[in-house]
């Protein structure tokens, strides 16, 4: 074996040239050569994206369209919270569903679904974890509404409280339990078919996750008002299960900071469209699309970034100075959207992308909503400078 290190500031770079995986006995990591993200050419990546990208984007507009129909419904005339938890449930499906993604395309690529008894684990563990995720971010989004809606509001009801609770984990539970088998199936697909999951896994889960957590909420949201309690007891035997799993029981532990952080912020973005919703004609159709395209793009790269340093070998451990000098070291935004690096070609790509899928998924809801929504030439100037902020700043 010969291994070539190539010094980067902005990126790791490493060449292994061997016939077989590398097997790290403490970390179990794989150092596969056939998948090594740095090394693949942007229009690789382009050619393997743009498709589920497309696919996403029309989930999402689909989504946004559902949406907006659904101030038709009783239940969200009479429960304006609900649209507080709307913002909230569907960043819960990108964080849970495309964090999923990220792991197991991760896992995929250095090795570990190849051994039917590691991806049994694997698939075990990370279904029951999104699951314990979903009930208590779902459970805890539900709380987060009705304090809002007392402290707006100055008054509290008790029915509406149990409609959004059990609104609220209902929809986070089986919208992950959906999504979370479909991602399994479609890395599992794309590593037999020699495509990097990193480049498609989000995209995919993007396209369903949105719509499909639209629809339960919606279903859901209906009758259901006595199924919170239910729930809320499969919580410790899902944490017991997820503890003994050596793949998840570090997200256990480690994994809620970031989505419950992620949740109060979504709620505070949900006040916020409850408001517009009543004073902005259509913009509800618009959150799905232009939260969502931004996820998908970014996590597309946090994907691959994860790939990247798994591969390197034990979290928290470096090979060398400067190995751990690339890896921690944040570039200043000109070097990461301008240099000629392939990394580099790779961000602007997925930056750049935003434009073209934003203008086809604004002509369709144009197209499908003409009737409600009514879009001028300011508003997608506006529009898409507010989209490629957005996307740029999370890829920095």
Same mark, same amino acid.
């Given at each position: 074996?010969?291994?070539?290190?190539?010094?980067?500031?902005?990126?790791?770079?490493?060449?292994?040239?061997?016939?077989?995986?590398? !097997?790290?006995?403490?970390?179990?990591?794989?150092?596969?050569?056939?998948?090594?993200?740095?090394?693949?050419?942007?229009?690789?990546?382009?050619?393997?994206?743009?498709?589920?990208?497309?696919?996403?984007?029309?989930?999402?507009?689909?989504?946004?369209?559902?949406?907006?129909?659904?101030?038709?419904?009783?239940?969200?005339?009479?429960?304006?919270?609900?649209?507080?938890?709307?913002?909230?449930?569907?960043?819960?499906?990108?964080?849970?569903?495309?964090?999923?993604?990220?792991?197991?395309?991760?896992?995929?690529?250095?090795?570990?679904?190849?051994?039917? *008894?590691?991806?049994?684990?694997?698939?075990?563990?990370?279904?029951?974890?999104?699951?314990?995720?979903?009930?208590?971010?779902?459970?805890?989004?539900?709380?987060?509404?009705?304090?809002?809606?007392?402290?707006?509001?100055?008054?509290?009801?008790?029915?509406?409280?149990?409609?959004?609770?059990?609104?609220?984990?209902?929809?986070?539970?089986?919208?992950?339990?959906?999504?979370?088998?479909?991602?399994?199936?479609?890395?599992?697909?794309?590593?037999? *078919?020699?495509?990097?999951?990193?480049?498609?896994?989000?995209? !995919?889960?993007?396209?369903?996750?949105?719509?499909?957590?639209?629809?339960?909420?919606?279903?859901?949201?209906?009758?259901?008002?006595?199924?919170?309690?239910?729930?809320?007891?499969?919580?410790?035997?899902?944490?017991?299960?997820?503890?003994?799993?050596?793949?998840?029981?570090?997200?256990?532990?480690?994994?809620?900071?970031?989505?419950?952080?992620?949740?109060?912020?979504?709620?505070?973005?949900?006040?916020?469209?409850?408001?517009?919703?009543?004073?902005?004609?259509?913009?509800?159709?618009?959150?799905?699309?232009?939260?969502?395209?931004?996820?998908?793009?970014?996590?597309?790269?946090?994907?691959?970034?994860?790939?990247?340093?798994?591969?390197?070998?034990?979290?928290?451990?470096?090979?060398?100075?400067?190995?751990?000098?690339?890896?921690?070291?944040?570039?200043?935004?000109?070097?990461?959207?301008?240099?000629?690096?392939?990394?580099? *070609?790779? !961000?602007?790509?997925?930056?750049?992308?935003?434009?073209?899928?934003?203008?086809?998924?604004?002509?369709?809801?144009?197209?499908?909503?003409?009737?409600?929504?009514?879009?001028?030439?300011?508003?997608?100037?506006?529009?898409?400078?507010?989209?490629?902020?957005?996307?740029?700043?999370?890829?920095?």
């Amino acid at each position: 074996m010969s291994m070539k290190i190539e010094y980067n500031p902005y990126r790791i770079n490493l060449l292994f040239y061997i016939e077989k995986s590398i !097997v790290n006995d403490e970390t179990k990591p794989i150092l596969n050569v056939y998948n090594n993200n740095n090394q693949e050419k942007w229009y690789i990546v382009a050619r393997q994206l743009v498709l589920p990208f497309m696919i996403s984007g029309f989930g999402m507009v689909a989504a946004g369209l559902l949406l907006e129909r659904t101030k038709e419904l009783k239940v969200f005339q009479e429960i304006t919270e609900i649209y507080i938890l709307v913002p909230a449930l569907l960043d819960l499906k990108g964080n849970l569903e495309m964090t999923l993604a990220s792991r197991l395309s991760t896992q995929a690529n250095i090795g570990n679904i190849d051994k039917i *008894c590691k991806f049994k684990d694997l698939f075990i563990g990370n279904v029951i974890l999104i699951q314990l995720q979903a009930i208590v971010i779902g459970f805890l989004a539900a709380l987060v509404s009705i304090l809002i809606s007392w402290l707006s509001q100055g008054h509290f009801n008790i029915r509406y409280a149990l409609i959004l609770c059990s609104s609220s984990v209902s929809t986070a539970t089986i919208a992950s339990t959906v999504l979370g088998v479909v991602m399994i199936i479609v890395i599992v697909l794309s590593h037999k *078919c020699k495509i990097n999951p990193d480049n498609i896994a989000t995209p !995919v889960a993007a396209s369903l996750g949105d719509l499909t957590t639209v629809v339960v909420l919606a279903g859901v949201s209906q009758f259901l008002f006595q199924i919170t309690m239910f729930f809320l007891t499969l919580i410790p035997i899902w944490t017991m299960i997820c503890a003994r799993n050596e793949h998840v029981k570090d997200v256990l532990i480690h994994g809620w900071s970031p989505i419950i952080a992620a949740m109060f912020i979504s709620s505070t973005g949900g006040l916020i469209l409850a408001f517009a919703v009543q004073t902005l004609h259509g913009i509800i159709a618009f959150q799905p699309v232009m939260n969502g395209v931004c996820g998908n793009l970014v996590t597309v790269q946090a994907s691959r970034l994860s790939t990247a340093l798994h591969q390197q070998g034990k979290p928290g451990e470096f090979q060398n100075d400067e190995q751990h000098t690339a890896s921690t070291d944040c570039p200043n935004p000109y070097k990461l959207f301008c240099s000629r690096a392939n990394a580099s *070609c790779i !961000v602007r790509l997925l930056l750049f992308m935003a434009i073209p899928g934003h203008l086809t998924f604004l002509f369709i809801i144009w197209q499908l909503a003409a009737n409600h929504i009514q879009i001028s030439f300011l508003f997608i100037s506006l529009y898409l400078i507010a989209a490629l902020i957005q996307v740029g700043n999370f890829l920095h």
